[in-house]
């Protein structure tokens, strides 16, 4: 079955460490997209991507990096930089936006300092 | 700035009962209005999508309307169950500088008893 795999399910960071979380799609999505969710808030915008080998920043981008070398993968970088960073972590995917603009959603990466 | 608006206080109703969510918007003219169901601990699955040019759309159970002029859409499901317990988030599209992504609402938390 087509679908988004984020791994881990659970994260710890300790202060001053950078993580990676990993996103894979098989979808054959172009678009894709990191979200993150804190308790009793929207999803707000990280960072997303068209295309392969190109990416933008979104509205809380500071303190995190991507990449997006294969079309399937999307991983998401939380620097030391990144203060606050314990959070629930949602990748999502979409195909194009003008025929089918919902977003697939992987089952998302719980990060928590320690 | 836009702004996107959902229930804050949690939904409760029997089962067997219509449960209505509202979801409003300000400075906003979106092309499209999406729901989505979350359940704890996992990532949003995509509901149902309507376009401004619809005012109402339905699939099974579930009926979502569309208000341009009240900005404002209803997102109904009828004949409730408690494994219809979870929140919804409505979703509005957002065109960025280099493609697309979605604003959500902080959602509606949803209980359906027995």
Not at chain 1, 8 to 21: A, D, H, I, S, W
Not at chain 1, 26 to 55: C, E, K, T
């Amino acid at each position: 079955d087509g679908g988004i795999t984020q791994s881990p399910k659970y994260l710890f960071r300790k202060e001053g460490q950078n993580v990676t979380l990993s996103c894979e799609q098989n979808l054959n999505h172009d678009a894709m997209y990191w979200y993150r969710q804190d308790p009793g808030q929207g999803l707000r915008l990280i960072y997303y991507s068209q295309i392969v080998n190109d990416f933008q920043k979104g509205d809380i981008a500071e303190g995190y990096s991507v990449s997006r070398e294969k079309k399937e993968s999307f991983p998401l970088t939380v620097t030391s930089a990144q203060k606050n960073p314990t959070a629930f972590y949602l990748c999502a995917s979409s195909s194009n936006p003008g025929l089918q603009p919902g977003h697939t959603f992987g089952s998302g990466t719980r990060l928590t300092v320690v | 700035s836009q702004k996107i608006e959902q229930n804050s206080e949690a939904l409760n109703i029997q089962e067997g009962k219509t449960a209505t969510l509202t979801c409003n918007y300000t400075n906003y003219s979106p092309a499209y209005l999406q729901w989505y169901r979350q359940d704890p601990g996992r990532g949003p699955v995509f509901l149902l999508l309507i376009r401004e040019n619809e005012k109402e759309k339905r699939k099974e159970r579930l009926k979502v309307t569309f208000d341009t002029t009240l900005k404002q859409s209803l997102f109904h499901i009828t004949a409730s169950q408690p494994a219809d317990s979870a929140t919804y988030l409505c979703a509005l599209d957002r065109f960025l500088d280099s493609g697309y992504a979605l604003n959500f609402g902080k959602g509606t938390s949803l209980l359906v008893t027995p």
